[in-house]
Nanobody, 121 residues
Framework: QVQLVESGGGLLQAGGSLRLSCAAS????????MGWYRQAPGKQRELVAQ???????SYADSVKGRFTISRDNAKNTVYLQMNSLKPEDTAVYYC???????????????WGQGTQVTVSS
């Protein structure tokens, strides 16, 4: 079974920086897309950033220029570097991966457990 383990959340002041990490383990043939989502209290989960296997990235308009997503394929890990953080970035951040399993070669969608990011003003 594939597991995604996140780390790097925390409490910090506006203007600060934080880096989130998410490592996948288990039966993995390859990983197609990797992404970060977030969910603030009372709001729907939203896509923050995504990176596909070829390296192309996309970002929510609200984080463009401040957040950078990257991946280490050898480590099955995705990162989210967050700079110039704002109070409105406060949310639980979830990583997501589309994983191709080694036996069936089918694609499956997996989620991390979530990590809290709180930005104070």
């Amino acid at each position: 079974q594939v597991q995604l383990v996140e780390s790097g959340g925390g409490l910090l002041q506006a203007g600060g920086s934080l880096r989130l990490s998410c490592a996948a383990s288990g039966g993995i043939f390859s990983i197609n897309a990797m992404g970060w989502y977030r969910q603030a209290p009372g709001k729907q989960r939203e896509l923050v950033a995504q990176i596909i296997s070829g390296g192309s990235t996309s970002y929510a308009d609200s984080v463009k220029g401040r957040f950078t997503i990257s991946r280490d394929n050898a480590k099955n890990t995705v990162y989210l570097q967050m700079n110039s953080l704002k109070p409105e970035d406060t949310a639980v951040y979830y990583c997501n991966m589309v994983v191709r399993r080694p036996t069936t070669y089918d694609f499956y969608n997996y989620w991390g457990q979530g990590t809290q990011v709180t930005v104070s003003s």
